[in-house]
């Protein structure tokens, strides 16, 4: 057997505990879109710093050639600047690597970078630790000593941008990492909300169909009698209209047999109300049995009922019909009432002879009721 779904959803707090589930999920999965789109331009701006790392370091290599050959006064100066400009931006860039803080962006703006790890981290304490010895200014430093700090410099050349270029393969795979792990946690929340949301339609489908359920359930009741079970006065003139429709279509004929009961009133007034309850209750057990199962049978009034039969035209068919219901209304007489103290009235309309009108047929067959009234009652009339 499969497994119940909408079980799950089955209550109305289930139902707004799930939607809330979903609403949540779905936040989530917002959030985390933003925190991976926040860190992936992060992660790219941190990377295109390492990258200028090895440009910063050519160039404080070249701007310390410079000025340790440099003879002219404001050639000097220039190298000297350059220098100074080139070691601060790279040694302030491996602090922000090293321990997170600000450093200068590539369009000079100010940029916060996050501390790296492991490898990157390596790196950068392996660079700090090699520069270190520099000074940070040329300004007053003998020959002798730039000379020193040149062939320091163009000696580790090599191993500093080979560093550089650890932290940014470092900072690269980071990334790379976060973002997978950012992903599969967005995969999870979204496949966890989809399941939700699957749970929240079955679950909306099915209060929608019980609600369309208990919508059928009171309409079929506004239609019945509840005393006896039968169509009620509405019930009847609906189902009569269309059967009256589909007999005139096909020029079928057929009777409306009107009834009503002679001599009940007494039996409230004597016995009392259950047992004319009673009474009725058992007329229209035998109504129903003696009808046929195509006959529409309904209580339209206190002690009136009615049958719709479509095809009986015969007039003995009709009379039999109609002995029977009389013989039963006499069975039914209660024990504390004489012999046809209690009776039924019966008028035949033919829907062949007087039209398909409803209306105009139960008109007709009030009519002949009460000629049977007139008759002196526990009987039938046809026209
Ligand atoms: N017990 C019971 N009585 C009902 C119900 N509905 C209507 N009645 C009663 O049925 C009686 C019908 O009155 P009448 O039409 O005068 O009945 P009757 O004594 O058979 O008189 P005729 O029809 O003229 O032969 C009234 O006393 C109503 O109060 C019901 O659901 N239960």
Redesign the pocket.
Known sequence: MPFPLSTLIGSRRRLVAAILLFLALDLTVLLTNLWIARHVAGDAVAINLAGRQRMLSQRMTKALLLRAQAADPVAQAIAEDEFRNAHAIFMRTLDAFAGGGQTTGSDGRPVVLDPVSDRGAAAVASTQALLAPLPASLADEQQAGLQRAADYLVEHNVEILTLMNTLTTALERDSVRRTEQLRLIQSGAFLLALANFVLIVVGLNRRFREAEEESARWQALARLDP?TGLSNRKGFFEAAARQLARAKRGQEPGSLILL???????V?DRLG?PV??AV?VRFAERLRLTARQSDEVARIG??EFVLLCPGLVDAHAIDDLCRRIVEAMAELTPDELAPKQLGV?IGVASFFDHGYDIDTLIAQADHAMYEA?RGG?DRWHRP
């Open positions: 005393l009503d009961l002679d001599g009940f009133k007494p409230n109300h004319g309850d009725l206190g002690d009235s009234k009652g």
